[in-house]
């Protein structure tokens, strides 16, 4: 006779419909996307997709070699993070670099930065603060040869690893935009602005950053985190007086004749 457990109905869910193949193939489908919306963001930072250029989708994905889906997907979620403008029937154009509204966020980065720090500190387990470590080791001894674009890598590894110490899935939709508009912002500073000058400033913000969460020492973090903002929009300053219209919108060309 069939136990009560046996005989309980077992709840059914469209995994019970899909193949192994259709699963695999979801899920190769999502990280596609993932590789693709990680790919666009890099070239992003960089400006090899300058601000205001108008792409069709076909060229998009012949630059980045991915299919037409992922980087559909991929382009929506840039949209919705307000990186890329989508222009029906005539394809997607980087969005323009606007220096006010951007100054403008760094308070809503600075308050949700705090607090996701607090939870970093709070939350990280021993693994987590050994690669804050490993990273703190890795900004100092390189700090002297350090470009922008490899600088900008490691920044990536700090905030992904401090979103996952934080572990607080939320706010990622958050902060992952905003971290792409500042480190955007960084690497227009060092490239055309500060040119021969070395990281050391940011070096030492993200070093005192990583060291307050490895430790724990909550009040220090949040202030590490005050002091990187502070630096962040000191850049403004500069931005605004001398940057080259046409390196935030690249349809402004024509006021730099040369």
Request: aromatic letters at 4%; proline letters at 5%; charged letters at 25%.
């Amino acid at each position: 006779m069939a136990s009560r457990a046996q005989r309980r109905p077992r709840l059914v869910t469209s995994e019970d419909h899909a193949s192994p193949d259709t699963a695999s193939l979801a899920r190769g489908l999502v990280n596609q996307v993932d590789l693709a919306y990680e790919r666009i963001e890099q070239m992003l930072v960089n400006c090899q997709l300058k601000p205001g250029r108008f792409m069709a989708m076909q060229d998009l994905q012949e630059l980045i070699h991915f299919g037409r889906t992922p980087v559909l997907q991929a382009v929506s979620r840039l949209a919705a993070d307000t990186l890329v403008i989508v222009r029906p029937r005539h394809g997607v154009q980087i969005a323009p670099i606007d220096l006010a509204r951007e100054r403008g966020l760094l308070p809503l980065r600075r308050d949700t930065e705090r607090f996701v720090i607090r939870l970093a500190a709070e939350r990280s387990g021993p693994s987590e603060r050994n690669q804050m470590r490993h990273l703190m080791r890795l900004l100092r001894e390189h700090s002297e040869n350090l470009t922008i674009n490899k600088f900008n890598v490691v920044d990536r590894k700090v905030d992904q690893l401090i979103m996952a110490a934080a572990g607080e899935p939320f706010v990622e939709h958050t902060l992952r935009p905003l971290h792409t508009i500042f480190r955007r912002i960084g690497w227009l500073h060092h490239t055309h602005i500060a040119r021969g000058q070395n990281l050391q400033q940011s070096i030492d913000c993200h070093v005192a950053l990583l060291d307050a969460v490895a430790n724990r020492h909550i009040d220090k973090a949040l202030d590490a985190v005050d002091d990187l903002i502070g630096f962040v929009d000191s850049m403004f300053d500069v931005l605004e007086h001398e940057i080259d219209p046409s390196l935030l919108d690249c349809s402004l060309a024509y006021l730099n004749p040369h």
